[in-house]
């Protein structure tokens, strides 16, 4: 290699502030750079992507329904990270919780009472919790690694829903579309802000970036997460149970995970479909990182990057500009702002001689 | 290859388009310009399946009434959709398809919204003043590959790549085992399912599995050419599904389904236009047009080729329906006699196999 990347001494607090405004900028120009080879007037474009899905009130309120589910699953993913406990199955925690918290809506079908839904929010968070301890059990017990076992749930919990929907859970008058009944509207998350579909859901998700935002600044809980993460030797000297973290950071993961499952189908789904997440546990681990492992930065992370999936859908109606080009333009958001933290904390270096790795 | 019985031909005539020109200019009806048409795709436009035809659905709307249009394209089927649906609305779209199946409460949620917009669900089963609903018999193209296969299969094994088991796939196998037992009554077909309706690659392995089981002619009901390139490699025939995929399986491809929605799109359309859209439930196949072939591969034999047309004709003029009895369900037992046929409330509903089917149906 004659170029490697060496870390920091030490961080300009500057660039650290500086460094998502450096990207964005650099994406800004990339793009008007790609618009103009397509052919597309760049300034319209990013019109589309960034100010148009929020010149309207329901606009604004999308914004916070496509976030909900990002910002609640990143930011508990985010203190396990910080653990190096690499929950990569939140999607499948997510799965879970919406068929424990939906199929307490199906239970209690036609029951109107206020009852339900804090049952059915008690289901999604217990069905995420269980789907995240079994990877849980099997590092601690065993020590298989968390990354491959989590990930594999995932595909269990996807087949495990479509069994149910296909079947027992199927909608007695849906012509045996695999489709579970609409719920009740005793079991449909209330709209915050009447005529959008911004649901009692993003209020939650307020209150669980603050919650661990203290959690991981003010308590002993996430003194020791920051502790076995850095150094687990240390963390052990100091008295810290490591399989204590790891089951606290995975359990906490699918708590969340589940309740955002919970949240998509007694929210803006209102039912129990084969597939209810575009993928949510997955985009929600580039939050996490978008956002530096910090539940503020993951809230902005969540907001940004459920802006640019809304964008993509109005650069695709108001411009007819193809989906991949969104691809490619989202890409590029996450290479520059990702790149230009790396930047942050590592510095290129130049090795003019070979042979000299361990110089 | 166009069946002449197509009734929306008459719209690519000339005559018509003077018609309607005058008609605009008598200002009883809205100018072409001031129309937008919006179609929500649940695929990419580029996946030479199911997404691909409705496309081009889009495409002959524009070139033949000039019509402005917008898509929306690889959009899930959950949350995202009602805000495409409603972003579509309130864009200025006049009428609005929705092409997949899983859109249905979406677009019946936009549509109470906004009574005065039109909007159009293919597949489903929930209408209103200002939603319409179509589909396609595509199991009646299933009689027509059916008894191609009866008539070229050595090892009387099919292999059958579904996507989910809903009525609609489940319909098309049954058609499919139905036509291929009336010319080899020990032909069987294997079902994989593959859980997604375009996953090349998921598609591609259920194929290699099915060769590997015996079967000498694969058929899909996924949207991927990646079973028909798997057939061409392996030697074995396929039938491809939704568009003509031969240039992916020149030897391969026997025939392929065409979905084509064009016709029924335009008239969808120029209805709007001359103030006659009103809300409707149509579900046509090849008589109208909307289930096509794709020409025969050098490979079928004239025998073949004279039973299929003979199929198709008897389909066309009603002399033969699909699910035509005596019918047995998996089991062996008898469902309908002769002389009796299935009808199109059993079939929209359809969730057992006939028999000759292996497997077990998943979900049951």
Known sequence: MFVSLVKRPERSQWMVYLSPVIALAMTLVSGIILFQLMGVESGKALYAFFVEPITHKYGWAELGVKATPLILIGVALSVGFRANVWNIGAEGQLTLGAICGGGVALFFYGVDSVFVLPLMMVGGILGGMMWAAIPAFLRTRFNANEILTSLMLTYVATLLLSVLVHGPWRDPDGFNFPESRIFSDSATLPVIWAGTRLHLGWIITIAVVAAVWVLMSKTIVGFQVKVVGQAPLAGRHAGFSVNRVIWFSLLLGGAMAGLAGLFEVSGPIGQLLPVISPGYGFTAIIVAFVGRLHPVGVFFAGLLLALSYLGGESAQITMNLPLAVTGVFQGMLLFFLLACDVLIAYQFRLNMTRGAKYG | ??????????????????????????????????????????????????????????????????????????????????????????????????????????????????????????????????????????????????????????????????????????????????????????????????????????????????????????????????????????????????????????????????????????????????????????WSGIKTGMVEFAPYGDAVPAEARAAADAVREGIVNGTLHSFDGPINNQAGEQVIGEGETLDDGVLLGMDWYVEGVQGELGGQ
């Open chain 2, 1 to 282: 290859m166009k069946i002449n019985t197509n009734p929306f031909g008459i719209l690519k005539s000339l005559p018509a388009l003077f018609l309607a020109a005058a008609m605009m200019v008598a200002g009883t009806s809205a100018q072409a310009e001031d129309i937008k048409v919006g179609f929500v795709y649940v695929g990419p436009v580029g996946d030479h399946g199911w997404t691909y035809r409705h496309d081009q659905g889009r495409l002959a709307v524009e070139k033949e009434l000039g019509v402005a249009t917008t898509f929306v394209e690889s959009v899930a089927e959950g949350a995202d959709s009602e805000r495409v649906i409603r972003n579509l609305a309130t864009t200025g779209h006049g009428l609005i398809f929705t092409t997949s199946f899983g859109y249905m409460n979406p677009t019946l949620k936009v549509a109470e919204q906004f009574p005065d917009v039109k909007f159009e669900h293919a597949t489903g089963y929930k209408r209103a003043d200002n939603l319409s609903t179509y589909s396609a018999r595509f199991y009646e193209g299933r009689t027509v590959l059916g008894t191609i296969a009866g008539h070229m299969s050595k090892t009387g094994v099919v292999g059958y790549i579904a996507s989910f088991p809903i009525p609609e796939v489940v319909r098309g196998i049954n058609a499919f085992i139905l036509a291929m037992r009336k010319v080899n009554p020990d032909a069987v077909v294997k079902v994989v399912w593959v859980n997604s309706w375009y996953d090349p690659g998921k598609e591609g392995d259920a194929a290699k599995a099915l060769i590997d089981q015996g079967a000498d002619i694969i058929t899909q009901h996924t949207d991927s050419p990646a079973p028909l390139q798997v057939a061409e490699q392996r030697g074995v025939y396929a039938f491809g599904q939704a568009s003509d995929m031969s240039a992916f399986a020149p030897t391969a491809q026997l025939t392929a389904i065409i979905n084509d929605w064009n016709p029924y799109y335009v008239s969808r359309v120029k209805a709007l236009m001359e103030g006659t859209w009103e809300s409707q439930d149509v």
